[in-house]
């Protein structure tokens, strides 16, 4: 079986994930005492992760620009979802996890912004 390659390096997933966390460890060596640089790797790593659920194969906004093809624009698509999230902590909290539901949250935010800078047709 031929392992699956990343588009750019023609690495393995398995080598290219490697490579990522050792950079990624080098990087946070710079980065002590950032507050925001933690989170923003587990974002980028929550998302990495959900491309994956999704079956994203071709690029990472795959899913999220296909809402396209039901005459959604993604981008609104994206300011949906983090509504539906806020909606979630205005209501009763029960057993929702807040931490989870922010990160949810800046996660839409990210890919929102991602599919406005993938589309010129889109309002800016």
Same mark, same amino acid.
């Given at each position: 079986?031929?392992?699956i390659?990343t588009p ?9 994930s490697?490579?990522?966390?050792r ?6 060596l ?6 925001y640089?933690?989170?923003?790797? #587990?974002?980028? $790593?929550? @998302?990495s992760r959900?491309? &994956? ?10 899913? +999220? ?7 959604i624009l993604?981008?609104?698509?994206q300011?949906?979802r983090?509504? #539906?999230?806020? $909606?979630? @902590?205005?209501?009763?909290? &029960? ?10 949250i +800046?996660?839409?935010?990210?890919v ?8 010129d047709?889109?309002?800016?």
């Open positions: 079986m031929t392992p390659t750019v390096s023609g690495a393995s997933t398995a080598e290219s490697e490579r990522r966390e950079l990624l460890g080098e990087l946070a710079l980065m002590e005492g950032d507050p640089w933690k989170i923003c790797v #587990e974002l980028w $790593r929550l @998302l959900k491309r &994956g659920y999704y079956g994203c194969v071709e690029s990472p906004l795959e899913n +999220a620009l296909g809402v396209e093809a039901d005459g993604p981008y609104k698509y300011i949906a983090v509504g #539906e999230k806020c $909606r979630r @902590l205005r209501g009763s909290l &029960g057993t929702i996890s807040i931490r989870k539901t922010i990160m949810d +800046a996660g839409h935010a990210v929102g912004v991602a599919c406005l800078d993938h589309g047709d889109y309002e800016s």
